[in-house]
């Protein structure tokens, strides 16, 4: 399967601060990546999908300012915490869609854990 | 709405079969995945079904019924690193994935 990197894997940091977090899809192009969040035990929630060389999708109850995406090339979307607080404490995942002829599968980073002091 | 179900929670023995049931409910449809996740760690692709049958994949398999709205993983020779959660994620019709818990498989030597 396809292969996407993501940096850091975990991260500690003071409330107040800002994080951002890489996804990259190593061997092939996606125009498409998205942004999840999970906490213990629960489903994945998207986030966000993030297009490449447009302004990403926010889902509902998702604060755009607060979590700002930016997908500036076919392998690279990041995503940046501002002015984190010990609630967005959790694992953040990025996935990249790919198109293998008429399938369309997406493949998940090994995922961020986020504390916030 | 869109709903996922499956059960929370399974067990079974090493070198045994076990089967993941899950049903589901989207708007619109364009094609049923599974996921195996580990705990701590993201998800990875096990298998992709769009049209109904069987798909086998070594000892995975998935089955889809897309008039009942139901799929299967199927796990053969079971072996203790298969204990996970397994994920059933349709993809409705914007292709997005809908997740639901996912079913937690507890492998028994």
Excluded at chain 1, 1 to 12: D, E, F, L, T
Excluded at chain 2, 80 to 96: E, I, T
Aim: overall charge neutral; some cysteine.
């Amino acid at each position: 399967g396809a292969v996407v990197s993501q940096h850091p894997s975990r991260v500690i940091c003071k409330s107040g601060t800002s994080v951002k977090i890489e996804c990259r899809s190593l061997d092939f192009q996606a125009t498409t990546m998205f942004w999840y969040r999970q906490f213990p035990k629960k489903s994945l929630m998207l986030m966000a999908t993030s297009n490449e060389g447009s302004k990403a999708t926010y889902e509902q109850g998702v604060e755009k300012d607060k979590f700002l995406i930016n997908h500036a090339s076919l392998t690279l979307s990041t995503l940046t915490v501002t002015s984190a607080h010990p609630e967005d404490s959790s694992f953040y995942i990025c996935s990249a869609r790919q198109l293998a002829g008429d399938i369309e599968t997406q493949y998940f980073g090994p995922g961020t854990r986020l504390l916030v002091l | 709405g869109q709903n996922i179900d499956q059960p929370t929670e399974m067990t079974a023995t090493e070198g045994a079969i076990v089967q993941i049931n899950c049903t589901y409910q989207t708007s619109g449809f364009n094609g049923l995945f599974w996921y195996q996740q580990h705990a701590g760690e993201a998800p990875t692709f096990l298998s992709y079904n769009v049209l109904d049958g069987l798909e086998e994949k070594g000892r995975f398999s998935s089955f889809l019924s897309r008039s009942k709205g139901y799929s299967y993983l199927l796990l053969k020779e079971l072996q203790m690193k298969d204990s996970a959660s397994y994920l059933c994620a349709p993809m409705d019709s914007n292709y997005q994935l809908i997740w639901g818990a996912g079913t937690k498989l507890i492998i028994k030597p």
